[in-house]
Every structure is written in C-alpha cells, then in structure tokens.
C-alpha cells in the first residue's frame, strides 16, 4: 500500500503561482511513477503532470508545458508540481497518483493505483 497526502492548494490570482507537494509513505519502493492529475467541476479528471522515480524523467500536458513543473526529492519521499502563470482555467482539485507497473503511457488515469485525497487550487482572474 501507498499512502499519498497532498499539500499547497490555495487562491491565487491569475499570473500568480503554487507549489503542490505530495508526500508518499508505505511501499514507495516499488512506485515507479507519480502523477499528478486535475478534477474541474463538470469535467473529467486530466492529466497534469508525471514523473519517474528512477531516472526523473518528467512528462507534462499540452495546456501546462512551459508552466508547470514536476520534480522530486527521493530522500523525503516527496513530488512538487511548481505551477507558474496561473491562469482561471487551471482551477480544479488537483490529485497526486502513485503507478507501480510499466508499459502504460504516463498520461492514462486508470493506470494509477493510488491517489491522494486532492486538494483544491482556485485562480481568480
């Protein structure tokens, strides 16, 4: 099992910026990918974000390329998503994910296997 327990979210207001953190405890050894995703009301959860625990590559979303950055600190089992020029349209409930299996894009929602509880990220224009 992997426990997954974001932090950051808040209001900011547009041009602004956030820092998500997603701390990871329990079998973390075997999470080859953390992922963030985001949840807008009326819509379906998309991808934002991943990240390799070995290796560190990293994979962004069209809409956030450029803007947002996923980086990790294996020492404290922990990921960030530093969120730059936010705009009202990435407002959603952000969520950390966990995938301990291979051979799936980074990007697929059903490949995770665990997920934090979200947490909340409002721009104001």
């Known amino acids: 099992q992997v426990q997954l327990v974001e932090s950051g979210g808040g209001l900011v207001q547009a041009g602004g910026s956030l820092r998500l953190s997603c701390a990871a405890s329990?079998?973390?050894?075997?999470?080859?990918?953390m992922g963030w995703f985001r949840q807008a009301p009326g819509k379906e959860r998309e991808f934002v974000a991943a990240i390799r625990w070995s290796g560190g590559s990293t994979y962004y979303a069209d809409s956030v390329k450029g803007r947002f950055t996923m980086s990790r600190d294996n020492a404290k089992s922990t990921v960030y998503l530093q969120m730059n020029s936010l705009n009202a349209e990435d407002t959603a409930v952000y969520y950390c994910?966990?995938?301990?299996?291979?051979?799936?894009?980074?990007?697929?929602?059903?490949?995770?296997?665990?997920w934090g509880q979200g947490t909340q990220v409002t721009v104001s224009s």
């Open positions: 329990g079998r973390t050894a075997s999470s080859y990918t």
């Open positions: 994910a966990a995938r301990n299996r291979r051979g799936l894009p980074v990007n697929n929602r059903g490949s995770y296997d665990y």
